[in-house]
């Protein structure tokens, strides 16, 4: 019998769910597949850093599964209608009698799954899939009423309960079989924008994300509560481009920090991390619930009627990160070039872009994800729905960060600003959050421009505009 693992979000061989299942009949002939899918990352808005690092992590899973006798086919197609009929010949071709795969959530991909079940099922393929990506499976952790809670702290809180029950296990890799190793034939380059990456910070490979889970699981994790909002610290895992990618689990690293913390699930330090992976389990369970979101529509309906202003100077200056508010441009320039942001600068940016500029939160979730390494729809959806208090559990409306004192609060020094704008370098401390105020005091000419608006004025504007949209609800 030919067993076929269909490779997608999932580029490891530690803890594959639909990996391991493939192999766990020793006289099975396995054999892996990867479809790109250029046409539909399009779509997708993949960033050219995420397909940079797919690529990079793809012939390390390749040689991987190489050494353990498996080969790994690759096909380039367009979209996920092609990549179908490609699964459908590839399977016929080599004669698959049982196809594995890790599931995906979002709506354009549990489509496809679905067609490709069927076709397969028609053309006598067995087809098993596996909840992988996540801690527990959609639709697991329900609240009284057997709905998908809509608040956070209740999920996390029934999400906890469930894992004290019983955790999910982590699977080994396979082992090497009848004729290992082999040679990897390489992988050509996608047709699709690449960038280059910063490989010191997002080395591609399992083995540098379980060296950098191992790290961050010993104090960093203790650490986190206290560091995690500071953007000039190297105090949050990075781990997201791995997650994202599939190239880590997130049972790997429940299981990494239990390892160091047995505590860690009892509301101890540790836990703070761990509640973290709760908020992206959370937000692909809602995708689940409510595949809306998947189309871009606001969580809470209201809100669909908020006029936002069309401006694209505004929008551009957003982008290149010269707004003339330090933390939001440094933020922004940071995304440029690393195809990373910290968390409480994507807060801060996404908050900037909707609530001091009112331009479209969709718009900013499209160029997040067009720039970022680890853009995942769920992730990023969730944020930026969290940000325009459009969301479940989103900030409400009425509360506005001011990104002057967020600077103040969270690069108190500017240590971060300075960083990425090194045209403030000159700037003292005290005055970092607020240069134009310096210079103009000081007769200095700054290369930085002044606040593209004020932010007093902005936030009334937005307040009414949230309101009038409330009330014609
Ligand atoms: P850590 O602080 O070390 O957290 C550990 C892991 O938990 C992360 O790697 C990530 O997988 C998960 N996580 C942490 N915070 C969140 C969160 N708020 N929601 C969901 N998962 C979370 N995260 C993405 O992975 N992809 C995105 O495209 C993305 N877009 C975002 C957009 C906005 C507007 C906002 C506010 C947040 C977004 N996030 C996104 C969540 C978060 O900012 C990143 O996961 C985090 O900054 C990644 O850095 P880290 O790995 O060091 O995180």
Known sequence: TTHLVWLRNDLRVNDNL??????????????ALYLATPAQWQQHEMSPKQAAFIHASLLQVQRALAERGIELHYQACHAF???????LQFCAKQQVDQLFYNY???VNERQRDAEAEKRLDDAGVICQGFDDSLLLPPGSVQSGDRSMYKVFTP????????????????????????GAPLKATPIPAFDYPTEDFDQDLFPPGEAAALKRLRHFATQP??????????????ATSRLSVYLATGVLSPRQCLHRVLHEHPDALDNSRAFTWLNELIWREFYRHLLVAWPALCRHKPFIDW???????????HFDAWKAGKTGYPIVDAAMRQMKALGW???RLRMITASFLVKDLLIDWREGERYFMQQLIDGDLAANNGGWQWAASTGTDAAPYFRIFNPTTQGERFDEKGDFIRHYLPELAGVPDSDIHQPHVWAE????????????VDHKVARKKTLDAFERAKSAA
């Open 18 to 31: 639909a990996l391991h299942a493939a192999c766990r009949d020793s006289d099975a002939k396995v054999i």
């Open 81 to 87: 209608s092609d990549s179908i009929d490609a699964l």
């Open 104 to 106: 995906q959530y979002e």
């Open 155 to 178: 999920f996390s809180k029934a999400f906890v309960r469930r894992l004290q029950q019983g955790l999910p296990e982590c699977v080994p890799a396979p082992k090497a079989r009848e």
């Open 221 to 234: 994790v203790i650490d986190y509560p206290a560091k995690r909002d500071l953007p000039a610290l190297d």
């Open 303 to 313: 809100t669909r009627n908020v006029e936002w202003q069309r401006n694209d100077a």
């Open 341 to 343: 942001m910290h968390n």
């Open 441 to 452: 005091k000081h007769h200095k000419k700054l290369d930085y421009p002044a606040p593209i």
